[in-house]
Nanobody, 116 residues
Framework: QVQLVESGGGLVQPGGSLRLSCAAS????????MGWYRQAPGKQRELVAS???????NYADSVKGRFTISRDKAENTVYLQMNGLKPEDTAVYYC??????????WGQGSQVTVSS
């Protein structure tokens, strides 16, 4: 079992920045793909960014050039740095862990609101 604890959401003005953090309960990053998803009201959950054990990254077109996913293997933590935030980025953001040996784990969700 893997527990993921998120932090860092909040309210920010358009153009501002936030950093989300996701700490895993044990060392699994070397054997997992980590990702951030988001779900806006009335919409399906969508992939925002992911990072493999080999540090290959993938981003949704809507966030390319603005968001950066990274991780600290020593701290078992994955980050999502969000710059140039727009109102359409408003959503609940979820950390996700997919171990290569199976399973699919989610964080508790962090509200990100972009509004003036």
């Amino acid at each position: 079992q893997v527990q993921l604890v998120e932090s860092g959401g909040g309210l920010v003005q358009p153009g501002g920045s936030l950093r989300l953090s996701c700490a895993a309960s044990r060392s699994i990053f070397s054997r997992s793909t980590m990702g951030w998803y988001r779900q806006a009201p009335g919409k399906q959950r969508e992939l925002v960014a992911s990072i493999t054990s080999g540090d290959s990254t993938n981003y949704a077109d809507s966030v390319k050039g603005r968001f950066t996913i990274s991780r600290d293997k020593a701290e078992n933590t994955v980050y999502l740095q969000m710059n140039g935030l727009k109102p359409e980025d408003t959503a609940v953001y979820y950390c996700n862990c997919k171990p290569y040996l199976g399973g699919n784990y989610w964080g508790q969700g962090s509200q990100v609101t972009v509004s003036s």
